[in-house]
């Protein structure tokens, strides 16, 4: 699937393909709390790395959240783009909430690093979610193909 997105100010727009689209993840870690979770949490997708084109690069800055991690965002609005981690070169994760493509509504939610999640921060949770308090062993490829979700 083609996903697009851009930044609250359109300075920066961007494009790639995922075989995985379903938002499913809720992320209650603190950097994703504090960088792009307005409900206390972010949603990540995954998409190719090497399809991601870029307009209007000179705009975006990197925040180096890990070792490993990069959260891109724009210099001019602060939106969270996507995350890139070295860990797995092969994959961009971009934040759903700057995706402008209609995106399929997942059957169930995995909510992670619930440990992180503030009290007052109300867990969503529908009857088929799992919860962790770390990260799920389940990748979000084995998600998409357990519940046959490929795009």
Request: charged share 25%.
């Amino acid at each position: 699937m083609k996903i697009k997105g851009s930044c609250s100010c359109k300075a920066v727009k961007f494009s790639l393909t995922s075989k995985h689209p379903y938002p499913y993840q809720r992320c209650y870690c603190s950097i994703c709390r504090k960088t792009q979770g307005g409900g206390g949490y972010a949603i990540n997708l995954a998409g190719d790395a090497k399809s991601l084109i870029v307009k209007g690069k000179k705009n975006v800055r990197i925040y180096h959240s890990s070792k490993t991690g990069e959260r891109n965002f724009c210099k001019k609005c602060g939106s969270g783009l996507w995350l890139f981690d070295h860990t797995w070169p092969e994959l961009i994760h971009p934040f759903a909430s700057v995706i402008d493509t209609e995106l399929p509504a997942p059957k169930e939610t995995t909510h992670v690093m619930t440990e992180f999640k503030p009290k007052w921060v109300k867990l969503q949770k529908g009857p088929k979610d799992l919860v962790f308090k770390g990260y799920p062993k389940e990748s979000i490829a084995e998600w998409h193909q357990r519940l046959k979700l490929e795009k």
